[in-house]
């Protein structure tokens, strides 16, 4: 089962990724993981990425997609995987089909996380204020200034894959705002009839 998780931030996919991964024992391939691991690794991409890093820029599609390309040939991702903030852009889709085309595989579904924006903001304050009662440290990004510019980030570039999968017939919506139980059980329906 070879998935996408799509949606804005704060939607919902880390926390079904990690149900789906539970679930069905594949990998979560999350691209900053990837890149962490490769650099790690010390492997020919993975120093291509750090030696970008070093110099302070942004990793270019070219290494990102690489990483991917390598990643899912691990043996943990025979099976499948779910792939989570990534692809961020056309091209990058463009790539995740041309690499499994190369394997002779094909994505089985892209599951977009449907959600309301304005409640997007205040699931992550709560969500700050619920790490922070915690004593858990809150992530930088868990403040409106910065959620919203992330979610225009994310519709000036990423939202644009909805219409891209929905035209390979790839895309299915589930109602992201429902309880994170009911949003699995949705998900678990829709991966139910690909089988």
């Known amino acids: 089962m070879r998935l996408i998780l799509l949606g804005p931030p704060g939607a919902g996919k880390g926390t079904q990724a990690q149900r789906l991964v539970e679930k069905h024992g594949i990998p ?21 990425a750090k ?52 394997r002779g595989a094909e994505l089985d579904a892209v599951v977009e996380l449907v959600v309301d924006d304005k409640a997007l903001v205040g699931r992550i304050l709560k969500r700050a204020a619920d790490a922070k009662a915690a004593g858990q440290p809150v992530r930088k990004d868990d403040n409106a200034e910065v959620f919203d510019e992330r979610l225009r980030e994310y519709y000036k570039k990423t939202a644009p894959l909805i219409g891209y999968y929905y035209a390979k017939g790839k895309l ?23 089988s």
């Open 51 to 102: 030696a970008v890093m070093d110099a302070g820029e942004l990793v270019s599609d070219e290494i990102v997609n690489a990483i991917v390309a390598e990643r899912i040939d691990q043996a943990d991702a025979a099976k499948g995987f779910i792939l989570d903030g990534y692809p961020r852009t056309l091209a990058q889709a463009d790539a995740v089909g041309a690499m499994l085309n190369k």
């Open 28 to 48: 979560q391939l999350s691209t900053g993981d990837m890149l962490r691991a490769a650099v790690a690794a010390q492997t020919e991409v993975g120093k291509r």
């Open 172 to 194: 299915v919506g589930v109602d992201g705002m429902a309880t994170i139980d009911e949003v699995t059980k949705e998900i678990d329906g829709v991966l139910a009839k690909l």
